[in-house]
């Protein structure tokens, strides 16, 4: 293990038992203060962010993951006001889940507890830089953060803040750290700090993910990429379905809950797709449909096998025809990766179906699945979306950054 990346750990290790005795009110100041330098020295953020997006551009990065790298004085204000309402949530801190009392007079209860040092290696998204911050530190968690080359300049910048308003109010900065190395070789040996660190998550992309499931001797709690499933069912609204199908696939194009593939019940595909068609063509999205949606949509291209499984996080979209809702339902569960699906009906049976049967981190009925996200949950920001089943699922807020102990009031049992 490199020296410094040990040092990292340490440093880390030192700072938890400090974290988890702050009391909420020195939380909130100091993420109300991260909040307020994020704004004020936001030029310096956004100069070595566009040192970041032009070394991209030179590397023939997609629109899409340019679009995940960017910032803008709207996005660091984004980012800012998520510092500010994860300041505003309650403490899990220290909240007792339930106290029964045993036949022998012990009093045993829950208690939640932080998880410790929590490790995260991500790509691009500087946002996700503070947004970590922001949750480990609610909830008395110290953070490392191990993020991709292509933003570190804009993750270098923004710690340096974090950590000089922490400084500034008389807490550790090392609540976060960041690996300013950008070689495999460190995030190799990051993967193996179970000595230093309590949980390992990653967010980006399936590879990056692959590779710290399979490599990692730290607990990992598991982010999914997005291949996000709308079903538009044969009693939907037409208008109502073009609008959320539009938004979903490019109101942001390089994100995990962004529409991937479509689903259409034949009896509506006819009404359907050429409004559709019409209402994407002001983005370029191109359409990749099986023989029932070329054969409605002249000119669009064939689809393969391989279109049904993918995240494109781009201006593409499949369209896969079906005769029934559970044959919707089927093709959905084959090919999702658990993240988010839409339904868009009118039927209150087909709904309710569709959400029971539906195997997903979120499910949502005539509703655009770009609302997967912390933010929008009302969690202030997110660590990720988990679509595992252990521990977390779904947009990572406080609570998921928890763990619990148990309590025990006696007053002289012993066994």
């Known amino acids: 293990m490199p020296s410094d990346l040990k040092e ?25 203060k ?26 023939g990065m997609k629109p899409g993951m340019i679009d995940r790298l960017r910032l803008s004085k709207e996005r660091i204000e984004s980012m800012a006001e998520g510092l500010r309402q994860v300041a505003a949530l309650e403490d899990p801190i220290g909240e007792v889940i339930g106290m029964k009392r045993r036949p022998n007079g012990l009093l045993i209860g829950q208690q939640r507890v932080p998880l410790g040092v929590i490790g995260i290696i991500y ?4 946002n996700v830089t503070a947004d970590a911050f922001a949750l480990c530190f609610k909830t008395g968690n110290a953070v490392i953060l191990k993020g991709g080359s ?95 199908i539009f938004n979903a696939k490019t109101q942001r194009i390089g994100v995990c809950n962004a529409c991937e593939s479509l689903v259409v019940h034949d009896k509506i595909r006819e009404r359907l797709l050429p409004a559709l068609k019409k209402r994407l063509d002001e983005k370029q999205v191109e359409l990749r449909g099986d023989e029932s949606a ?32 559970e044959e919707a339902i089927a093709h959905i569960n084959r090919y999702n990766t658990g993240h988010s699906e839409a339904i868009i009906t009118e039927n209150y049976e087909n ?29 202030g920001a997110e660590i ?24 025990i009031y006696g007053n002289g049992q012993i066994r």
């Not at 807490?171 to 700090?193: C, G, H, N, P, Y």
């Not at 689809?303 to 369209?319: M, T, V």
């Not at 309710?352 to 933010?375: H, I, K, M, P, W």
Request: charged share 25%.
């Open 384 to 407: 990720g979306i988990s679509t595992q089943k252990l521990h977390a699922r779904g947009p990572m807020g406080t609570l998921a950054l928890t763990s619990t102990k148990y309590i």
């Open 351 to 379: 709904a309710q179906r569709f959400l029971n049967e539906v195997d997903a981190a979120a499910v949502y009925v005539n509703a655009s699945t770009r609302f997967t996200d912390g933010f929008e949950f009302g969690f």
């Open 34 to 59: 991260a909040a307020e330098e994020l704004v004020n020295q936001s030029s310096e953020i956004l100069a070595a962010n566009e040192q970041d997006i032009n070394a991209a551009r030179e590397n």
């Open 8 to 32: 990292i750990g340490i440093r880390a290790k030192k700072a938890e038992p400090e974290l988890r005795t702050l009391k909420t009110e020195q939380k909130n100041e100091a993420l109300m």
């Open 123 to 126: 790509e691009s998204r500087p």
């Open 150 to 244: 292509d933003a570190i300049r804009s993750n270098t910048a923004i710690v340096k803040i974090l950590r000089t308003s922490l400084a500034e109010v008389n807490v550790t900065a090392d609540a976060i750290q960041l690996i300013e190395s950008t070689d495999r070789e460190t995030t190799a040996a990051f993967m193996k700090m179970n000595d230093y660190v309590d949980v390992l998550i990653p967010r980006g992309g399936a590879g990056l993910i692959r590779a710290v499931v399979n490599n990692s001797t730290i607990p990992v709690i598991e982010t999914g990429t997005g291949n996000c499933h709308i079903f538009v069912d044969e009693s939907a609204d037409i208008q109502m379905a073009v609008d959320i």
């Open 294 to 325: 070329c054969s409605t949509i002249p000119g669009i291209k064939p689809a393969g096998e391989d279109d049904w499984g993918r995240e494109y996080l781009d201006y593409i979209l499949s369209i896969k025809t079906v005769s029934s809702l």
